[in-house]
């Protein structure tokens, strides 16, 4: 099956040395991102050679247009737009062949400068090492590596789901905490290619790398719906109650730990044991569905969320205010205008009432 990549050759230009030769300029689209390059007709032929002879001496399935002695591009529009359909479709056929041991050769990538999906480039094993290694802590400014980066940090989230989930189904606490430590496993490196992908976001800006404002903006989303996503599973995975504990809630038998932590003197240090207290509420006055299950950690993470949502939502409702204040002010602009061509038509109907009374006056003297 053919790769997801849309390539032509639109247009020509003569390049400004001398003697002057025909660029051809290939159009290249991928799902995620789009580039362009220029290549001369020397550069086709070498391509050809170098394809054929690492597929076994056996050439690309489509001719490539062949070279004249007679004629030259520069000084004929036809003859140059003839060899840029040919080698449009030579590009085409060879990426449309449902034999892909072309495509699958270094020469043709490293001619369309595509990424290596074999990771045999610096940028593939930086990007095939993302999801392997916890301390990635380069910025990733390659904007093609960048995307592999997030890709696998979406996958980490995922498994972090999905360690929960087998961890609020476990029967034992030893099914438990190995399923509470993967996901921590998991947030870690999720939160190290956070780190990672907004630094190269930064350094992206600062050296003026080829992306558009619009999918810098992008970027900048996705990576802050990943940072929500990892703290709302950290502040999950805090919830956490061992399989004991949930059982002595239960059946209302008080646990040792409870029962440690009932016999607490004003230092917080446990009178029956002499060592410090439990930090788990016992004997909480109020406690609600979200915070009953909940120890003083889950409560807190719980709280900044809270107070980052409100944060969120008042900023929502300051750029909501913001728009109708500009509203307010383009409404009472357009009214203002609207009362100055009123003022114009009025005395516009007070001059032509005067020239109409002047000419009845007239028609009168007539009469």
């Known amino acids: 099956m053919a790769p997801s990549l849309d390539l032509a050759i639109p247009t020509t230009t003569i390049s400004a040395s001398s003697p002057p030769f025909t660029l051809y300029t290939i159009t290249l689209r991928q799902p995620l991102r789009s580039w362009t390059l220029q290549k001369r007709y020397s550069d086709f032929t070498t391509l050809h050679t170098t394809l054929a002879s690492q597929c076994s001496n056996t ?24 060899r840029r359909r040919g080698l449009e479709s030579y590009l085409q056929h060879i990426n449309s062949c449902d034999d892909a041991r072309w495509r ?13 999906v074999n990771a045999e480039t610096a940028a593939g094993k930086i990007a095939a090492a993302a999801l392997k290694s916890a301390d990635l802590q380069s910025p990733v400014t390659d904007p093609t590596v960048w995307l592999d980066v997030h890709r696998d940090l979406k996958a980490q ?22 399923a509470g430590s993967e996901t921590r496993r998991y947030l870690v490196r999720a939160g190290t290619m956070i780190m990672s992908l907004e630094s190269g976001l930064s350094k992206m800006v600062d050296e003026e790398i080829g992306l558009g404002q619009g999918e810098m903006r992008r ?14 599973l950290e502040g999950v995975m ?29 230092s917080g240090v446990s009178l029956a044991s002499g060592v410090p207290a439990s930090s788990r509420r016992v004997l909480g006055a109020k406690e609600t569905e979200r915070t009953r299950e909940l120890d003083n950690t889950g409560v807190l993470q719980l709280q900044k969320q809270i107070l980052e949502d409100q944060d969120e939502g008042v900023v929502d409702l300051t750029k909501v205010v913001l728009k109708m204040k500009h509203m307010g002010v383009q409404i009472n602009d357009e009214l203002q205008l609207q009362n100055e061509m009123l003022g114009m038509l009025e005395s516009d109907v007070d001059r032509v009432d005067n020239k109409l009374r002047v000419a009845k006056g007239r028609v009168d003297k007539i009469k």
Request: glycine fraction near 4%; hydrophobic fraction near 35%; charged fraction near 30%.
């Open 219 to 232: 970027r900048r989303d996705l990576v802050s719906a990943a940072r929500k996503e990892r703290d709302v």
């Open 59 to 82: 050439p690309p399935p489509y001719a490539l247009p062949a070279k004249s002695w007679f004629k030259k591009t520069v000084s004929s529009p036809e003859f140059t737009e003839s």
């Open 104 to 116: 699958s050769c270094a020469a043709w990538r490293q001619f369309l400068n595509l990424p290596n």
């Open 238 to 266: 805090n919830t956490f109650v061992p399989k004991n504990d949930r059982a002595s809630m239960e059946s209302g038998v008080a646990s040792a730990g409870d029962k440690e932590s009932l016999f607490k003197s004003g």
């Open 157 to 178: 989230l995922r498994d972090a789901r999905v360690a929960l989930t087998r961890r609020d189904q476990a029967g034992t606490a030893h099914e438990q905490h190995e």
